[in-house]
């Protein structure tokens, strides 16, 4: 049988543009439902793309969309998403947790409330939309449905280098990694897989606005974590579970290896590579 996410069900948090989007739109390919969750509404002239505008690409894609205005740092606000979505769809299958919060800035240069705003939603964000769509999660693998929770957070690797430059962020995203490493053996009785992915390159999202002097042209297209992240989700839960999964190598295992369609720049041989990964 073809692996395919048709009819399947995901949530995805920072849904509204960049490498959430991408994903969304890969599954809407397959004919899937996408539960769109973020906060952007009104346009930003610095930050192209809306809830409005996604939700338009997905239905484009092949998929049904339904945007929902969240700020997953509030409880209430991920438990009204999700009962949005089942009143919709009747099910959640899937859960990304994409939605990221930047600062790449040292100790005395990262405001509490910029460290805060990392570990609120990079952190109690994930972990809170988990536990939300958990009892949906369930029910998917009882009805067979092939569940699964993805988050975009990187390798754990406890080195100084990856800490020092810019302690709160890494802090931050190495929290959505043990998430990952935790939920997997929590939530693998239940039939559950529970993995992270991570680009090898930057990705030209909007957040390398975050990142100054950082050349777009040496990047790749957040399209390689949606083709990525397509891999992991059609694979088998009860044995996918507790990875922390590289963009390039989940690709190579799929027996992808030419990634030139995911350059910036067609040729680029000298990629600007992302953090957390030797």
């Known amino acids: 049988m073809t692996p395919s996410l048709a009819g399947r069900t995901l949530f995805v948090t ?12 890969r599954a809407a ?35 049904q969309a339904l945007a929902v205005p969240t700020d997953i740092r509030d ?3 991920v438990a009204a998403a999700v009962q949005a979505a089942v009143a919709r769809f009747g099910a959640i299958d899937i859960l990304v947790n994409n939605a990221s919060a930047i600062s790449l800035t040292p ?24 536990q939300a769509c958990l009892p949906e999660l369930i029910r998917s693998a009882a ?8 988050n975009m957070s990187p390798p754990l690797a406890m ?6 430059p810019h302690v709160a962020y890494t802090m931050s995203k190495y929290g959505m990694s043990q998430c990952t490493l935790g939920h997997a053996g929590e939530l693998r ?30 990047c790749r297209r957040p399209e390689i974590l949606a083709d990525a992240a397509w891999f992991v989700l059609t694979s088998d839960p009860r044995t996918t579970s507790g990875n922390f999964f590289v963009d ?21 041989k000298d990629f600007v590579l992302d953090f957390f990964v030797d």
């Open 143 to 150: 009805a067979g449905r092939r569940p699964h929770v993805l």
């Open 75 to 77: 409880e209430a606000a």
């Open 248 to 268: 390039d190598e989940v690709l190579a295992a799929h027996g992808v290896t030419d990634l030139e369609r995911y350059s910036v720049t067609p040729g680029t």
């Open 107 to 130: 100790t005395p240069a990262t405001p509490m409330k910029r460290f805060d705003l990392m570990f609120g939603v990079n952190v109690r964000g994930t972990y809170c939309c988990t």
């Open 189 to 218: 009785p239940h039939g559950i897989g529970v993995n992270s992915l991570w680009p090898r390159t930057a990705i030209a999202t909007a957040a390398l606005q975050m990142i100054p002097g950082v050349d777009v042209g040496r």
């Open 14 to 25: 920072g849904a509204s543009r960049g490498i959430g989007l991408a994903i969304a739109r």
């Open 159 to 164: 080195k100084e280098h990856w800490f020092a």
């Open 29 to 63: 390919a397959d004919g899937a439902n996408i539960v769109l969750v973020a906060k952007t509404t009104e346009p930003n002239p610095r930050l192209p793309g809306t809830l409005a505008s996604a939700a338009e690409e997905i239905v484009a894609a092949g998929g």
